[in-house]
């Protein structure tokens, strides 16, 4: 733990190259509601508390962390947008005192860090089951309380060090199905109430979380192929797109703080696998549409569905996720322009057994159409030596005629390969610390036809993006103005040309929702790290 984990900066470090800043961290998960701070506490590791008090199946103040803990966050590159979860779960006399030391060591220890917002407790809805609460507990009860803890941090450490008081994301929920902690019953229990003497609030944004699937949790049996229907995580996320819309009435930006294929530590075979790159990407671009302001993917270091592993698990050396592919090609496609928007587009038809597997985007760069992206789920594994394509063809306006569209590509042996993925033509494997290796410099392009047809093939198991003039990832720069914006925005207005076609393409399903690459309310980019449990992530 003493030296940093270099696999994991050199990758961050190649996202923060796509986009123009670090990916958004945040530390805390379910261990926030069990970390105090000691000062005296000189390991780089949580070490458990000897006197521990208060409600829960596990105690709410078992884990001492110290300066060290601290220390290793620092590690993280400098303007690392960061979220951090803070203790709410424990409630005995002293948790004022508690609560306002641990948000004081966070704002002086990671001063380099770019903090954007606290998280007050993890997943109350879920507090009478694990015993952190007893007795008429609701969401009613929570915004009362989570009021009371936002006031104790705004006025005993944010105002004492000029910081806004909406720096807190309310919610933190596995789920709203069936409970009162939806957004509109928060606002209903004056959620959002303005601060003493002032018009601002304390919300910065609503933040909850979702797996694909929860191992104990969900009701049916997962395979690779239900994954790679795409269809399927609509059909998952139908509840969190209504919460989605919700968060719009309010003008205040939607999170994903906590995302997963499969929780709570993945499933071989499935989350460790090129389809769960496939899946990430098609995710991704699905959140992106939907208006979801940022998504965290879960991450620890014994898990099958982080995107690297980090140290040795199971006798084999630290080494990338397919899954990690899917994130770099996400910011690759929007880049570091913070005026990335992108839609959905419908398909008018589909070949024979393969509309539940392919989804289709549009991305936008300050309103002008800039690449295609399609993903192909169709399953195909390593073990198939002929593989299938389906062609699918876009109608541009026939001014767009004679431009060529360079393609890039998501790719592996098949859906099922653990190893050997690429994305547009790079490895980050090949190295063998995390740095990007070109292992294929091959300029694929197709050219707009007179009428404005575009015609590309792509295969069962892969993602392909077409790009308008350039390879993905090229030709583009930060906008400081609007990379620096940290209140929200809506979206800029786009008029996209319109994409007919009788094949596979037809006009966008969703309004386009603008990202960017800083800060948590108006980007959602690289935003793919959560980080838990003894945090040895870091050494």
């Known amino acids: 733990m003493s030296e940093p984990n270099m696999l994991t900066f050199n990758l961050i470090d190649n996202l923060a190259n796509y986009t123009g800043k670090p990916p958004h961290v945040r530390i805390g998960g379910n261990t926030a509601d069990y970390m105090v701070f000691d000062q005296s506490q000189n390991e780089w590791a949580w070490t458990l508390n000897d006197q521990q008090k208060g409600q829960g199946n596990l ?10 803990f601290f220390e290793a966050v620092s590690r993280f590159p400098p303007n690392t947008p960061l979220t951090w979860g803070l203790n709410m779960a424990y409630n005995e006399p002293d948790w004022e005192e508690e609560i306002t030391t641990m948000a004081q060591q966070v704002i002086d220890r ?3 860090l770019d903090l954007v917002s606290f998280e007050l407790g993890n997943e109350p809805d879920l507090w009478l089951q694990n015993g952190f609460r007893s007795g008429q507990w609701g969401g009613r009860t929570y915004v009362e309380e989570w009021l009371t803890r936002a006031e104790a941090v705004w006025t005993e450490v944010l105002k004492p060090n000029h910081l806004p008081s909406n720096m807190f994301e309310i919610g933190c929920t596995a789920s709203t199905v069936g409970t009162d902690f939806q957004i509109r019953d928060l606002m209903s229990f004056d959620a959002n109430r303005k601060v003493a003497g002032s018009d601002a609030t304390y919300i910065g944004g609503w933040n909850q979380h979702d797996y694909y699937y929860f191992i104990g949790v969900s009701s049916y049996p997962i395979t690779l192929e239900y994954l790679m229907r795409l269809a399927t995580t609509e059909v998952q996320f139908k509840a969190w797109v209504e919460q989605v819309e919700q968060s719009k009435a309010t003008q205040i930006p939607y999170v994903v703080r906590e995302m997963g294929i499969i929780g709570p530590l993945g499933l071989a075979g499935i989350s460790d696998v090129f389809g769960g790159a496939l899946w990430t990407l098609n995710f991704l671009l699905y959140s ?5 302001s940022s998504v965290q993917f879960h991450m620890t270091d014994n898990s099958d569905a982080s995107a690297w592993q980090p140290i040795q698990m199971l006798d084999r050396e630290p080494f990338v996720r397919p899954l990690y592919y899917g994130m770099a090609a996400f910011d690759q496609i929007i880049g570091p322009t913070c005026a990335a928007q992108v839609s959905q587009s419908q398909i008018a038809s589909y070949p024979p057994g393969y509309d539940e597997f392919v989804r289709a985007y549009n991305v936008y760069q300050d309103g002008h159409l800039d690449s295609l992206v399609v993903v192909n789920g169709k399953m195909a594994n390593v073990s198939e030596p002929d593989k299938a394509s389906i062609e699918f063809s876009v109608q541009v306006p026939s001014s767009l005629s004679g431009q060529m569209l360079y393609l890039s590509y998501l790719t592996s042996d098949g859906a099922d390969a653990t190893n050997g993925t690429t994305w547009n033509g790079i490895s980050y494997e090949v190295s063998g610390d995390g740095t990007p290796t070109i ?3 091959d300029n694929e392009v197709v050219e707009v036809s007179d009428d404005g047809t575009i015609t590309i093939m792509v295969r069962d198991s892969q993602a392909i993006v077409a790009t308008f003039g350039r390879r993905a990832g090229e030709g583009f720069s930060s906008e400081q103005i609007l990379c620096s914006a940290k209140e929200y925005t809506p979206p800029p207005p786009v008029s996209p040309k319109q994409t ?9 399903k969703s309004a386009a929702a603008a990202l960017g690459c800083s800060g948590i309310l108006t980007c959602t980019v690289a935003a793919i790290i959560v980080v838990g449990g003894g945090f040895t992530f870091f050494g």
């Not at 105690?59 to 060290?68: A, D, E, T, V």
């Open 500 to 508: 007919k076609n009788p094949l596979l393409y037809s006009n966008e």
């Open 288 to 292: 992106a549409s939907l208006g979801v």
């Open 59 to 68: 105690k709410p103040n078992h884990m001492i962390i110290g300066p060290r």
């Open 110 to 112: 990671v001063k380099h």
């Open 439 to 441: 292992v294929s410099d």
